[in-house]
């Protein structure tokens, strides 16, 4: 075992258990990076209460037990109960040495694997995605790509809203003439749905055809359905070319909309009603649960089934998690949904769980706040509409074109313009990413393009510089090996110490489900990178074998901001 933290963990996991018995074995080393060591372990803060002495005493008697002489330079003890490790350089020579080539970067696979169910993305048919879609979109994705390069399970359902009464009105409009298919696909979606919204409030014939339409579109009516499915089709071709310009993993195999548990609504509503679990009030089906209350302490409804007999959004989504555990063997179900849904997803996971739908599954709400303009309101267009996702895409696309132009004029045409696409999404998806998701976040044209800063164009430098120094030595007819690694300079040792916590971030990201995490390693680790590239000469290096070690520092890192960015869902553009 040659890479730092696992070394470390085990260490002090033998030291506790010698030290303080079996018992206490699989205590959390809780090793992590530290600003006075390379290293230091907080398992003397968690083990206090249990051992009943203070935390310095546990860590100075943990230090005594440690057998790491080869490993580290230095083993030191700090209130309030630190045990901080200093390493050897020989140690981090060998280990580097062992990560590089590894193409995961170190990044283990999960001793435990899971099967993730993620509900993300989730637009409405017939109307256009726009910047609230964002969120969801990119949230998902990237937690997507995390859990499963860990080695899980991901299988990812896109719940699109795809039916319901509205649909009455739409395709009432459809057949009027509203829009052909084409048309509705691209471009349309929100005037086609502001023409129908517009004739079931004026004119009361085409609202009652509608209403009976929607009746029709229930039973099953062959012509209805017809309709219906033209309308999905449409914004399922839609809905993909987004996607593929957000070069996201959905796709269109892997859409279960609203519609899909239409048949398991009414087995789901007389399961609950025959179990006690859900009651008749006021000629409404709800689920009654004594830990939700409303501000005059009353009990909040979970609606199954409404007064008229049509089924809600509780109905389906509980539906969905039945059939996401029963069917698709989850063991995890995340809901990628905006923060407001907090107590629905709540109400139906309790209900889900009372109902004994969950057989063990843990069911998650990933909760993620609002995106805002310069002056903290929800961020609209100018007329106070909501802002086309195509539309702020292609916006995205050709700031980025103007921003790497002026830094780099030589750059062909055809190449920026493909570089451009990767910057201005990326830069899109890094500043949503890059916030802590449960919190809001202003949307800043100038701060997310800057090439300075904690941004993706940052990032995407940094990887494309490192590209150009191995062209370089390419072109001088130097060929990376595998040669002794040395760490001589300060800003040498910060870098291979940097280069070793993707592991921890890609893991710290998957178990919080927060991949801001997993930015801020990847801003740290580009940092550390710039720092070392400013002090420590690549190719004028003092000796070749100075030289070659740099080279191949150079490259694994290059490979550890690729992969992470990957794991963002971002590219890693070779020129900039």
């Known amino acids: 075992m040659s890479h730092p933290v696992p070394l470390l963990r085990s260490a002090v996991q033998r030291a506790v258990t010698l030290e303080f018995g079996d018992e206490h074995s699989q205590v959390d080393p809780a090793v992590h990076r530290s600003q006075f060591a390379d290293y230091q372990a907080d398992v003397a803060l968690r083990l206090a209460r249990a051992a009943k002495l203070p935390p310095l005493k546990i860590a100075e008697r943990i230090a005594a037990r440690l057998e790491l002489g080869e490993v580290c330079e230095q083993v030191s003890v700090s209130p309030p109960g630190f045990v901080n490790f200093t390493l050897r350089r020989e140690f981090l020579e060998r280990a580097l040495s062992a990560l590089l080539g590894d193409e995961r970067a170190g990044v283990a696979r999960a001793e435990r694997v899971e099967t993730f169910v993620i509900d993300y993305s989730a637009p409405n048919v017939a109307k256009e995605m726009h910047v609230g879609n964002i969120r969801s979109t990119v949230i998902g994705d990237a937690l997507s790509r995390t859990l499963g390069f860990l080695g899980h399970r991901v299988i990812r359902q896109n719940h699109i809203g795809d039916w319901g009464t509205p649909f009455g009105m739409l395709i009432e409009n459809l057949i009027d003439g509203g829009a052909s298919a084409d048309e509705i696909a691209f471009g349309d979606l929100n005037e086609f749905y502001k023409a129908a919204r517009a004739k079931f409030d004026a004119n009361p014939d085409f609202a009652e055809r509608s209403r009976q339409r929607v009746v029709a579109l229930q039973a099953g009516d062959p012509e209805t359905l017809a309709h219906w499915q033209t309308l999905v089709a449409a914004s399922r071709r839609y809905f993909t070319a987004i996607y593929d310009k957000m070069g996201v993993l959905l796709e269109d195999t892997d859409v279960r909309g609203e519609s899909f548990y239409n048949d398991d609504l009414g087995k789901v509503a007389a399961e609950l009603e025959q179990s006690g679990i859900a009651r008749v009030d006021n000629g409404a089906l709800c689920v009654f649960l004594p830990e939700f209350k409303g501000r005059d302490g009353e009990l909040v409804p979970l609606i199954v089934r409404k007064q008229d007999g049509g089924f809600g959004y509780a109905a389906t989504d509980l539906a969905a998690l039945r059939y996401r555990v029963r069917e698709l063997g989850a063991t995890r179900v995340l809901y990628v949904v905006g923060a407001p849904q907090q107590q629905h997803f709540a109400m139906v996971f309790a209900t889900a769980e009372k109902a004994g739908w969950l057989a ?192 191949s520092l150079c490259d694994q890192t290059r490979r550890s901001l690729s992969l992470g960015l990957g794991l963002l869902g971002m590219a890693a553009p070779e020129r900039m």
Not at 474 to 479: L, P, R, V, Y
Not at 485 to 514: K, N, Q, T, Y
């Open 360 to 551: 063990g599954a843990r069911p998650e709400h990933v909760a993620f706040g609002s995106i805002l303009d310069a002056n903290r309101k929800m961020f609209r267009t100018r007329s106070g509409e909501s802002v086309k996702l195509g539309a702020l895409l292609d916006e995205a696309i050709e700031r980025a074109d103007q921003a790497i132009l002026t830094k780099n004029p030589e750059l062909p045409e055809a190449e920026r313009k493909k570089v451009a696409r990767e910057v201005g999404i990326g830069a899109i998806k890094y500043a949503d990413l890059s916030s802590e998701r449960v919190k809001d976040y202003v949307f800043d044209w100038a701060r997310m393009l800057s090439f300075e800063g904690n941004t993706g164009p940052y990032l995407q430098y940094a990887h494309a510089r490192i590209c150009s120094i191995l062209r370089k030595a390419a072109e001088s007819g130097i060929e990376l090996g595998a040669p002794r690694v040395l760490v001589a300079e300060p800003a040498e040792r910060a870098l291979v110490l940097e280069l070793f916590d993707l592991a921890s971030a890609a893991e710290a990201a998957a178990a919080g489900l927060h991949p801001h995490r997993l930015c801020t390693y990847l801003y740290e680790l580009a940092s550390k990178f710039t720092a070392f590239y400013e002090a420590c000469p690549v190719l004028r290096a003092d000796s070749d074998a100075q030289r070659d070690s740099r080279l």
